[in-house]
């Protein structure tokens, strides 16, 4: 397979860094790949931005960090003007419309989803905001299965919770299905 | 594999190796980026009826640990640079009073509290000298969470058999960055317990009276002997000596049972090391970015080669000294201003072929950082 190369930016408590790690721990635990993940710490616990590598590969990964992402997802304004330029070309761009209004064209396909409005309107929850993103990523990137992800969600999310999460799920692999017909 | 398969952080990682060679007290105070290993263990070890306590600082850290050893358990701490610096005064009492324990550093930068969140490497001579007077001391690193676990059982095993702390020198990266682990089965990787002594109770113990093989028995503290432990040269009853062969004996022994073993506990990978031209040696988190260097050169078809090291101290001189001979360039890759680096220009024949790739602020070192000096070595780029 092509290793692919995902970074994922925002704003803490976003839940950028928990997307990130449910997707790599996907790759792992269920798809019988190699994941490395990594996150720029900060001294904040929210707010700040953050960032989130992930590289899945069916061979081993050495230097665990992204320099030039296939996947590159932008939460906020200011992740998506500090990240955009090192999107590899030909890459995918993934931006939500309500944090992020893109300014430059890029030699990528570029996805603005209406994520954290779908997760509000449908869920009333915007909890599940990083979900909802996942889904999109996953449905688009194609890397690992969205029946992977939901195991790990069924493994890491409390029992009152998993409903909400599994729909967020659902609702961005959706947007991102209407936004390729 | 099933069950046994872990996607972890570094930490975590740590955390089930030391489980795993049975640790049954842990006493620390959470900083980062070690934190999660007291986090988990907090949660972990009162599960098996082990000890977990969170001290006042890691001064108290390290005395506790001294004290619980000698009662028998199987001790560790873990800490990043300022912690290790308050470790140093207890680390020497360890080495004195042969306390077997294990002192994890998950490295961020200093000096002092430094850039918490952030890798570097420069605690490597700390841990060889941090603490005063002429001491040996065993450090161990690892690059990956396979040898991350293996490293720490291995760790708890060199502990237990020479009575000796043991330094776990890990880093940032490291410790945050998951990745998958699999954890051995129960007897697949051999454990040292602990020798105790077959004196009876009502018979005098001797607590530092070598048998044949050099290896000193304990009996647990609080239990049937009555003993005394110091920080001070010491006979081998354990009371203070200023006897001139009691202080001789005691400190060659020191230095001994853990030099003299040095041939036989170096651990280390390598990669492409007998044609290499240029041979890279690193250790944790830039053994990562080396390795990528050497992987891509060789596809090339370029004769690039990697010595990683896994135990830094005692120095593996030999170890280093063997694999450098064929080499023509030798570069060390680390993430400090040259602490591995001038042990290896002590180790190798023309030490004027060794050079220095590091990063000291706070990023990992990436193939790009490496790649721009081999381009200053070979007057070329590839």
């Known amino acids: ?181 | 594999m099933g069950g046994n398969l872990k996607f972890v952080q570094g930490n975590e990682a740590c955390v089930e190796g030391a489980l795993y060679a049975g640790l049954d007290f842990f006493a620390g105070y959470p900083i980062t980026p070690s934190t999660e290993i007291a986090e988990l263990l907090a949660s972990r070890l009162p599960k098996t009826g082990a000890k977990f306590i969170q001290m006042e600082d890691e001064i108290a850290s390290i005395c506790a640990l001294i004290g619980a050893s000698l009662t028998g358990c199987k001790v560790m701490t873990a800490t990043s640079g300022p912690g290790f610096s308050l470790i140093q005064e207890g680390l020497g009492y360890a080495i004195m009073a042969e306390i077997p324990c294990v002192i994890v550093n998950v490295q961020r930068g200093g000096p002092s509290t430094g850039i918490p969140t952030r890798v570097h490497q420069g605690d490597v001579n700390q841990a060889r000298w941090g603490t005063h007077g002429d001491h040996a001391i065993v450090a161990l690193t690892a690059s990956n969470h396979q040898d991350v676990f293996a490293m720490t059982v291995e760790a708890f095993n060199i502990a237990e058999t020479y009575r000796t702390p043991v330094v776990l020198l890990f880093d940032e990266v490291i410790g945050h960055m998951r990745e998958r682990l699999v954890l051995p089965e129960h007897g697949e990787i051999a454990m040292v317990e602990r020798l105790k002594t077959s004196v009876k109770e009502g018979v005098d113990y001797h607590p530092y009276l070598p048998r044949e093989d050099g290896r000193l028995p304990m009996s647990d503290f609080g239990g049937v002997h009555r003993y005394n432990v110091t920080g001070l040269y010491h006979d081998m009853w354990g009371f203070p000596s200023d006897d001139s062969d009691v202080v001789d004996g005691l400190l060659r022994h020191l230095m001994d049972k853990i030099e003299n073993q040095a041939a036989h506990f170096p651990k280390y990978r390598e990669f492409y090391t007998e044609d290499a031209d240029c041979l890279f040696i690193s250790y944790g988190s830039a053994a990562r970015s080396a390795r990528h260097v050497v992987e891509r050169r060789r596809r090339l078809g370029e004769r690039f080669g990697l010595l990683e090291l896994q135990t830094l101290w005692p120095f593996p001189h030999d170890i280093v000294k063997e694999k450098t001979a064929g080499a023509r360039y030798i570069v060390v890759v680390e993430m400090n201003t040259g602490q591995i680096c001038q042990s290896v220009r002590l180790a190798v024949s023309r030490p004027e072929r060794v050079f220095l790739a590091n990063r000291i602020d706070g990023v990992l070192i990436t193939p790009t950082d490496i790649q721009r000096v081999i381009r200053l070595i070979y007057g070329k780029g590839f």
């Open chain 1, 1 to 181: 397979m092509q290793r692919s190369r995902f970074v994922f930016s925002g704003s803490g408590g976003q839940g950028v860094i928990t997307a990130a790690i449910i997707l790599a721990e996907a790759a792992v635990l269920h798809e019988n790949l190699n994941a490395v993940q990594t996150q720029v710490y900060g001294a904040e616990a929210r707010g700040g931005s953050t960032r989130s590598d992930v590289i899945i590969s069916d061979s081993e990964i050495f230097f665990p960090k992204v320099t030039q992402p296939n996947v590159l997802v932008c939460l906020t304004q200011e992740s998506y003007n500090k990240f955009s330029r090192i999107l590899r070309p030909g890459g995918l761009l993934i931006t939500d419309t309500r944090y992020v209004r893109t300014s430059r064209t890029v030699d990528a396909v570029q996805k603005q989803l209406p994520m954290y409005e779908s997760a509000l309107d449908k869920i009333g929850n915007p909890i599940v905001f990083n979900i909802c993103m996942l889904g999109a990523v996953t449905e688009l990137s194609k890397v690992v299965k969205l029946e992977s992800l939901r195991k790990i969600l069924e493994e890491r999310v409390p029992p009152a919770f998993l409903e909400m999460n599994r729909r967020a799920l659902d609702i961005g692999a959706e947007l991102a299905r209407k936004s390729e017909a």
